[in-house]
């Protein structure tokens, strides 16, 4: 089945810096790669996400892009801001239903 | 439109017993799936609900099952009990088949003694 990994597991940055997490995935039939960015005590919250018949998707401070043939994408966060800070997870859908494989998580710190 | 919703928030149960959850996917949502999450196996998908019909399955045992209601809110429940089924356990909804955006609900916080 899927296995997505996601590196690193922890990551801290000064405010105002760029951030970027890394995922792969196993599974060449994955097609959807969402981003969720989890608080503390909250749920998990969509921030961004890609499909595999596209490069590279912007949202404001956010970005994501998608190599196929590595089977790798990632997340990137410019200008980052206090409230950035949080668990950050990448998931893989393979296509059939909205079944989704998650990473383990980056929990990202932004010191101010 | 309101999100989706989870009950109850909080459960303390001992080993052995059964339990219920619930969730309420986004008004139209069709999809709803269930996930489980702990500190040491992260986030990991239990079940997909699709039009009343079990989609997709994890690799969970027997014990956990699920269902959907022709109104798309669906229940999830774990029969006999064990100290590792101590999780929270969140719902997300999607419009329809995906695979495609995936809403969380709060979750329901499992605490088995």
């Known amino acids: 089945g899927e296995n997505v990994e996601q590196h690193p597991s922890t990551l801290s940055v000064q405010e105002g810096d760029s951030a970027v997490i890394k995922c792969t995935y196993s599974?060449?039939?994955?097609?959807?790669f969402p981003w969720y960015k989890q608080e503390l005590g909250k749920r998990p919250q969509l921030i961004i996400d890609?499909?595999?018949?596209?490069g590279e998707k912007k949202d404001q401070r956010i970005a994501v892009t998608l190599n196929k043939t590595a089977k790798h994408f990632s997340l990137h966060i410019t200008e980052t801001q206090p409230e950035d800070s949080a668990v950050y997870f990448c998931a893989a859908s393979s296509g059939y239903g909205n079944k989704l494989v998650f990473g383990a998580g980056t929990i990202l710190r932004v010191k101010s | 439109k309101a999100g989706v919703t989870q009950t109850p928030r909080y459960l303390i149960k001992t080993r052995g017993q059964q339990v219920t959850l619930s969730c309420s996917p986004i008004s139209g949502h069709r999809s709803v799936s269930w996930y489980q999450q702990t500190p040491g196996q992260g986030l990991q998908f239990l079940f997909e609900y699709f039009s009343e019909t079990q989609r997709n399955k994890g690799n969970f045992p027997g014990r956990f099952s699920g269902r959907q209601f022709s109104n798309s809110r669906s229940e999830m429940n774990v029969s006999t009990l064990e100290l590792g089924d101590s999780a929270l356990y969140l719902c997300?909804?999607?419009?329809?088949?995906?695979?495609?955006?995936?809403?969380f609900g709060p979750g329901t916080r499992l605490t088995v003694t």
């Open positions: 890609i499909r595999s018949n596209v």
């Open positions: 599974d060449s039939a994955s097609n959807y």
């Open positions: 997300a909804s999607s419009f329809d088949g995906g695979p495609r955006e995936q809403y």
